[in-house]
Nanobody, 123 residues
Framework: QVQLVESGGGLVQAGDSLRLSCAAS????????MGWFRQAPGKEREFVAR????????YYSDSVKGRFTISRDNAKNTVYLQMNSLKPEDTAVYYC????????????????WGQGIQVTVSS
């Protein structure tokens, strides 16, 4: 079992950058596919980005491709989401997600969730 704790959210202006971090504990981090999802008010939770447990294997939603970058540091048990050129439509609660030896691209593929962290982008 793994515990996930997000940090780094906040209020920024359109065009700014922000980096989210997700610290994992409780299991062998390098065995887990990691990802980020987000949920805006009144909308369903949606996939944002994921990274595999073997090699980079990065994948992004069309809405963030070219602006967001996911990365991981297995020595620090942490996954990051670098968000550049932020837009008001990126405003949401962002959730870290993990699955053991599985790519986290859909809600059904996620075994563990973080508690979520708010990102607000003002226009």
């Amino acid at each position: 079992q793994v515990q996930l704790v997000e940090s780094g959210g906040g209020l920024v202006q359109a065009g700014d950058s922000l980096r989210l971090s997700c610290a994992a504990s409780g299991s062998t981090f390098s065995n887990y596919g990691m990802g980020w999802f987000r949920q805006a008010p009144g909308k369903e939770r949606e996939f944002v980005a994921r990274i595999g447990w073997i090699g980079p294997s990065r994948y992004y939603s069309d809405s963030v491709k070219g602006r967001f970058t996911i990365s991981r540091d297995n020595a620090k048990n942490t996954v990051y989401l670098q968000m550049n050129s932020l837009k008001p439509e990126d405003t949401a609660v962002y959730y870290c997600a993990a699955s053991e030896r599985r790519l986290v691209t859909t809600l059904m593929s996620v075994e563990y969730w973080g508690q979520g962290i708010q990102v607000t982008v003002s226009s």
